[in-house]
């Protein structure tokens, strides 16, 4: 099946799904296949028209799952007008126009990004489909055949040395903590949205694997938390700070600072950033 959604403000699909909010996305001829809740969908862009195809069985809920992915709900309009008034901004917002923060499921953001500690996206894409592959379940659409992201319930069942066998070293330990606290109700993702930024993040860094970066984030690209402002070697070198590691208290005055400035769409100003250092 398909369905159209008709844009009345700039997105531009190429931009955000490359710029390293998600990892398991993938070009599909002139579009995208990739996951939203687990539903496999692909879709194309035609200047402001997204043409969307899908399985039947989420036909009554298309529109809402994918505009709810891409924020549709942001008035990007207005955000980009509030941030034209920074002079860094102006040519990012013409470079990287269409730019949008998504709103990806939570549970996945969180293995992703515990995942991406010391690795680059190539690889951290890699390993988020090799999670898919060896603990997630395979459905199709339209030939295309890939699996699902796992649940932290298959996460938990497949323990630590499986999860060191695909790739994942150090890092296995954490995952499977992190899985260990969704799926026993510690760490309720979702009500995170409801919690306000710095309460949240308290709880974030809780979650074993989990720092500063990873923290925010989780909270920027998956939980409402747009005022955000991550900070990892792209940004810090935007910053003028060419330290290979932050402090704690470092990285919470230079975060800080960032929010004061941009306010409550710090996130928006620091994807920007963030591509364009790494176009550098």
């Known amino acids: ?31 995208w296949n990739g996951f939203i809740d687990n539903h496999l969908i692909v879709i194309h862009q035609k200047n402001s028209i997204l043409t969307i195809n899908f399985s039947p069985n989420i036909a009554s809920k298309i529109k809402h799952l994918v505009s709810n992915f891409l924020r549709l709900d942001d008035n990007i309009v207005e955000i980009y007008k509030s941030l034209e008034k920074y002079p860094r901004m102006n040519s990012l917002l013409s470079k990287f126009h269409g730019l949008r923060l998504i709103r990806q499921n939570p549970w996945e953001c969180l293995i992703s990004f515990i995942c991406s500690t010391n690795m680059n996206i190539v ?3 890699g390993i988020q489909e090799a999670l898919a592959k060896n603990f997630g379940h395979q459905t199709e659409l339209m030939n295309i ?6 649940s932290p319930e298959a996460i938990y069942d497949a323990g630590i040395s499986k999860l060191q066998q695909i790739g994942l070293g150090y890092r296995a330990k954490y995952v499977w903590e992190a899985s260990k606290m969704v799926r026993n109700g510690i760490l309720p993702l979702e009500s995170l949205k409801n919690t306000t930024y710095e309460n949240a993040r308290r709880e974030l860094l809780s979650v074993p694997g989990v720092g500063n970066k990873v923290a925010d984030c989780v909270l920027l690209f998956s939980l409402d938390k747009i005022e955000s402002f991550p900070i990892d070697r792209w940004i810090s070198k935007e910053l003028g ?6 402090s704690d208290k470092h990285y919470d005055f230079l975060a800080s600072n960032a929010r004061k400035k941009y306010g409550g769409i710090a996130g928006y100003a620091q994807q920007f950033l963030f591509l364009s250092q790494r176009s550098l």
């Open 241 to 246: 700070n060419h330290k290979t590691h932050l």
């Open 123 to 125: 690889r951290n894409t």
């Open 1 to 31: 099946m398909n369905e159209t959604i008709h844009l009345n403000q700039p997105i531009n699909l190429k931009i955000t799904l490359n710029s390293g909010q998600v990892f398991r996305w993938k070009i599909y001829k002139d579009g």
């Open 145 to 150: 055949k890939r699996n699902t992201f796992p």
